[in-house]
């Protein structure tokens, strides 16, 4: 009789164990980031739809997977669900460009658009890896901070810039810049040994590595607006149940939203941020606007002509 109890509590303790999942959630920004925020709210929104069945950690700021190993890591399901700066894939697929191109979105309204544009082919793209798309959230506008005052390209000259994509290597060139890629925790160390001397980023990220302390100028470019995206491994999304893939659906569809609602606010509070901290904070020259345009312009063409179909059909169904 007792044998045959212990049976049945073990039995059933390892059922409850068999339904409730366990996943892991690299994240690549650190917990002061929007996107970071609403990656604990997302996790949070699915534990208690599925009351506890599906529960995601969120392991933040690379500390579980390193940014660039975070798209491999979820493709071969070696977590289930992770976030990626979208840029990043850019030399995956061109389409995944659309999203570090200046001057192609520079308001959230326009950027909304193109993601909309943007979206089905990097559903493709990401669907031929094994991923499935679940939300993005869009940084605040990039902007240049510089350790000198920029009213034209000719003041950069010789400096060396940070890069975080392949389209932004491809606009340090353009600018007359070295470009060099930094991943946002060497930031600081980058600029105070002098690894580079500019680099173009939201004021989020010029506030969560406090660049008042190695830059002096904030000149407000706004010439794109990037996106993470948080995707989930294909076939550990298929072994769920409908309820929770539902719940999953649900919860990346309010992140979204919320992602879309907060950014500007956050945009603003980050900016004044810059300002309070004693950066010069200016908007830049028309000279400056326009040579960067002309760049705009070129890398709009290049992009095009990696992929005349399926950019092509990005930029048709982009309606600024
Ligand atoms: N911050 C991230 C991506 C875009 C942004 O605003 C970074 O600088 O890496």
Do not use: C
């Amino acid at each position: 009789m007792k044998k045959i109890t212990t049976a049945l509590v073990f039995g059933s303790l390892l059922s409850t164990s068999a339904i409730a999942d366990k996943w892991h959630m690299p994240t690549p920004y650190g917990d002061g980031n929007l996107p970071t925020q609403i990656a604990y709210g997302f996790a949070e929104e699915i534990k208690d739809k599925t009351e506890g069945e599906l529960d995601i950690t969120v392991h933040s700021a690379g500390s579980l997977v390193k940014h660039t190993e975070i798209p491999r890591a979820v493709k071969t399901g070696q977590v289930q669900i992770g976030e990626v700066f979208l840029g990043i894939l850019g030399n995956e697929h061109p389409v995944f460009k659309h999203d570090n191109i200046p001057f192609l979105a520079t308001s959230f309204e326009d950027a909304k658009s193109l993601w909309e544009a943007a979206k089905p082919a990097v559903e493709k793209q990401l669907d031929k890896r094994g991923m499935k798309l679940l939300y993005a959230v869009a940084w605040p506008a990039q902007s240049l901070y510089t350790e000198m005052p920029v009213a034209q390209l000719s003041d950069l000259e010789g400096s060396k810039m940070r890069a975080y994509s392949p389209s932004t290597s491809r606009l340090a060139d353009l600018m007359g810049t070295t470009p060099t890629t930094i991943q946002v925790p060497d930031i600081p160390q980058a600029f105070s040994t002098g690894i580079i001397q500019a680099m173009i980023t939201s004021p989020s990220t010029g506030v969560d590595s406090q660049a008042w302390d190695y830059v002096n100028y904030y000149t407000d470019v706004k010439a794109w607006i990037p996106k993470n995206i948080i995707v989930v491994n294909k076939r550990a999304f298929r072994r769920l149940d409908k309820d929770t893939q539902t719940a999953i659906l649900d919860a990346a569809k309010h992140a979204e939203a919320l992602g879309w609602e907060k950014v500007a606010e956050r945009a603003a509070s980050d900016k004044q941020k810059l300002i309070d901290n004693g950066m010069n904070v200016s908007d830049p020259s028309d000279a400056l606007i326009k040579e960067l345009q002309a760049i705009g312009n070129t890398m709009v063409s290049e992009w095009k002509a990696e992929d005349p179909q399926e950019v092509g059909a990005i930029l048709d169904r982009y309606q600024p």
